[in-house]
C-alpha cells in the first residue's frame, strides 16, 4: 500500500503541495484530480523521486520511499509514466519496451564481456516478454517501427508499454488519456482496467472526467495544494467543494 | 553490418600487410588501427550514453606516459606496463564519471576540457618524472615471448588485436541490457531513471570502459612511436577523435572504424597529391560536405543506402538494417 503522510513542496516561496495525505489501497485505481496548477504531478514527482519534497513522507508497504532515487523506487516496484509522451524516441518500438525490461535482465557487465551463454538465453526471455507486452497494449503491428515516427496515440500506448515491462507493482499515469481521441481514450481506459486484473494497482492523474469517473475506485480531489475531497467516483461528482473548485462559487474554497 | 560482410573485412585486415609492401603505407595502416581503438572507445561515451568528451586526449595521454615510464624508468615489459596503462586510464576515468555525474551537456564538456588541460600541465612541468616538453624517447618496442615486435608487420597485428578487442568489448556491451541501458540514458533520462536504470551506475561505466580503451591505445601509440611528450595531451588528437566517430557515424558499432581509416588516410593522400596550404583547405571543406550531406555518418548512410540499392535489384522488401541510424548498433 502507497501511503501520503503531509507531503509538502515549496518551489522558493511558492507552495505547490501543502500537507497532502492520502493512501492508495492495493488493487485499486486511484484517480487524483484538480484544477490546472493543483499539484497533482507535483505530487507524483515527489512519489517518484523526481522531486525532493519539502517536508513530509511517502511509504510503500511501510518501507520509506522519500530521499530515494528514481531508480531505486522503481527497483521497489513503483513506475510511473510522464505527462508530457515520453518515449526512447529514435529506438523501435520493441527497443523502447526492451529497455523497459531493463530491471528484469541480470546480465552483468563481466557477465556481458564474457560473453557467457546463458545471456543469449535471457535476450531470448526478454524479447519474448517485450513481444508479449507490445501485443498487450496493442502495438504487435508496431513492433519494427521508429517511436518517434508513431502518431502521438500510439507513441502514449508505447509509453504505457514502457511502464509496463519494468513489471511495476504500483503504477502511475500522469494524464494517460491526455492529447488522445474518444476511441484512444476508450483503449486507454480498458488497457487500465486490465492491467488492474492482473494485479497492479494503479494511481492516476486525469483530466478526462469520463475516464476518471469510468474506472476509478476512489477519487482524490487536489486543489491549491490540499486534498479537498476523497471519495468513491458519485459521491466526489456532489461534493460541494470539488463542483466549487471547478466551477468557481461564491465561497472562497481555493 | 552483416557477418558476411565484417567477415570479408576482417580477413582484408589480416591480409593487408602481404600487399601493402612499403612501411610507410603500413604506418598508416598502424596509425589507424590505433585511432580506431580510440574513436571507438570516444563513441561508447558520445554515442550511447551522448555525452560528448572532449579531453579524450587526456586518458590517451595517461595511457602512453604510463606505458612509457613503467618500461624506461622500472624496467618493466611491455605486457604489465601496458596493464597499468589501461587500468590508470580506468581509474581516471572512473574519478570523471563520478565528477560528471552532476554535469551533463555543456558542463561535462568544460570537465573533460579542463581535465585534459591538467593532466597536460602536469606533463610539462613534472620535470623529473616526464622529462616536461623534451618528452620521453626510447621507449622500447615490446615483445612477445622470444619475438620482438619491432618490425612494423608485427607490430600491425598487435595494433589489430587490439582493434579486435576492443571492436568485441564494444559490441558484447552494446548488445546487451547495458548498452539497452546507456542508450536509453542518451534518449531520455528521466524515462530511463523511471523503469530502473541507475543513472551513476552506467555513466560511470560508460566513462571507465572508454577511458580504458583510450589508455590502451595510448599505450600502443607510445611502444609504437617510441617517444612520449605533453604532445599526446593536444586538442587536436580529440578533435580528431570527434571528427572520426561524427564522420565514420556516432552510435553505430562500425562508424568509428570507418572513421578512423578515412580520416587517418585522407590526410596523408592529401599530404602526397598537394601543398600543405591547399591540404588543410581540402579536409576542411571535404569535412564541411560530409557533414552537410550525411548528417548522421557514413556507416548509417551505407545502412540505409544498401537495402534501397538491393531492392532495385530484388525487388523484395528489405528488412530493416540492423546498423540502422541513430539506434544502437
Known amino acids: ?254 | 553490418m552483416t557477418r558476411g560482410g565484417g567477415v570479408i573485412l576482417a580477413a582484408a585486415a589480416l591480409a593487408l600487410p602481404f600487399w601493402l609492401q612499403s612501411p610507410y603505407h603500413l604506418h598508416v595502416a598502424i596509425m589507424a588501427g590505433i585511432f580506431g581503438v580510440l574513436a571507438m572507445s570516444l563513441n561508447l561515451l558520445l554515442g550511447y550514453t551522448g555525452q560528448l568528451s572532449l579531453g579524450h586526449a587526456a586518458f590517451f595521454g595517461i595511457g602512453a606516459y604510463t606505458s612509457a615510464l613503467l618500461t624506461l624508468k622500472l624496467d618493466w615489459s611491455f605486457w604489465p606496463a601496458l596493464g597499468v596503462a589501461v587500468a590508470l586510464a580506468a581509474l581516471a576515468g572512473f574519478f570523471i564519471g563520478r565528477l560528471a555525474l552532476k554535469l551533463r551537456g555543456a558542463y561535462f564538456v568544460l570537465v573533460t576540457i579542463s581535465f585534459a588541460g591538467v593532466i597536460s600541465l602536469v606533463s610539462v612541468n613534472w620535470i623529473e618524472l616526464t622529462n616536461g616538453p623534451l618528452g620521453l624517447p626510447g621507449v622500447p618496442a615490446p615483445a612477445l615471448g622470444p619475438w620482438s615486435l619491432r618490425s612494423k608487420t608485427a607490430y600491425y597485428y598487435l595494433v589489430l588485436t587490439a582493434v579486435g578487442l576492443s571492436y568485441l568489448v564494444c559490441r558484447r556491451l552494446v548488445r546487451s541490457r547495458i548498452g539497452r541501458a546507456l542508450v536509453a540514458l542518451r534518449e531520455n533520462e528521466p524515462l530511463a531513471e523511471s523503469v530502473g536504470v541507475d543513472v551513476t551506475h552506467y555513466l560511470v561505466l560508460a566513462a571507465v570502459v572508454s577511458a580504458a580503451m583510450a589508455g590502451l591505445g595510448g599505450s600502443l601509440y607510445a611502444h609504437y612511436t617510441r617517444f612520449v611528450s605533453p604532445e599526446v595531451f593536444l586538442f587536436t588528437y580529440t578533435v580528431t577523435m570527434v571528427i572520426m566517430v561524427v564522420a565514420g557515424g556516432k552510435g553505430t558499432l562500425a562508424g568509428p572504424l570507418v572513421g578512423a581509416v578515412l580520416f587517418t588516410v585522407l590526410p596523408e593522400a592529401l599530404r602526397a597529391a598537394a601543398s600543405w596550404q591547399w591540404q588543410m583547405l581540402v579536409y576542411g571543406v571535404l569535412l564541411v560536405l560530409l557533414v552537410f550531406f550525411l548528417p548522421h555518418g557514413i556507416v548509417p548512410w551505407l545502412a540505409g543506402a544498401m537495402p534501397r540499392l538491393a531492392g532495385t535489384v530484388s525487388a523484395s522488401p528489405a528488412p530493416p538494417p540492423p546498423d540502422a541510424p541513430p539506434a544502437r548498433g
Request: hydrophobic content about 45%; charged content about 20%; cysteine-free.
Open chain 1, 1 to 254: 500500500m502507497l501511503a501520503v503522510r503531509d507531503l509538502a513542496v515549496r518551489f522558493g516561496g511558492v507552495t505547490a503541495l501543502e500537507r497532502v495525505s492520502f493512501e492508495v489501497r492495493p488493487g485499486s485505481i486511484t484517480s487524483v484530480i484538480g484544477p490546472n496548477g493543483a499539484g497533482k504531478t507535483t505530487a507524483f514527482n515527489a512519489i517518484t523521486g523526481y522531486l525532493k519534497p519539502s517536508g513530509g513522507r511517502v511509504t510503500y508497504d511501510s518501507v520509506a520511499l522519500t530521499g530515494l532515487r528514481p531508480s531505486a523506487i522503481a527497483r521497489r516496484g513503483i513506475v510511473r509514466t510522464f505527462q508530457k509522451t515520453s518515449v526512447f524516441p529514435a529506438l523501435s518500438v520493441e527497443d523502447n519496451v526492451l529497455t523497459g525490461l531493463h530491471l528484469r535482465g541480470t546480465a552483468g557487465f563481466f557477465a556481458v564481456l564474457a560473453g557467457r551463454r546463458r545471456l543469449a538465453a535471457e535476450e531470448r526471455k526478454l524479447a519474448s516478454d517485450a513481444a508479449a507486452v507490445i501485443d498487450f497494449v496493442g502495438l504487435g503491428h508496431r513492433r519494427r517501427a521508429i517511436a518517434s515516427a508513431l502518431p502521438y496515440g500510439e507513441q502514449r500506448l508505447v509509453e504505457l508499454a514502457v511502464a509496463l515491462a519494468a513489471k511495476p507493482r504500483l503504477l502511475l499515469l500522469d494524464e494517460p488519456g491526455a492529447g488522445m481521441t474518444g476511441s484512444e481514450k476508450a483503449v486507454v481506459s480498458g488497457l487500465i482496467r486490465r492491467v488492474r486484473e492482473q494485479g497492479l494497482t494503479v494511481l492516476l492523474v486525469e483530466h478526462d472526467m469520463r475516464i476518471v469517473m469510468g474506472i476509478s475506485d476512489t477519487v482524490i480531489v487536489l486543489n491549491g495544494g490540499r486534498v479537498i475531497a476523497e471519495g468513491a467516483p458519485a459521491a466526489i461528482q456532489a461534493h460541494p467543494e470539488v463542483i466549487r473548485a471547478y466551477l468557481g462559487g461564491p465561497a472562497g474554497a481555493a
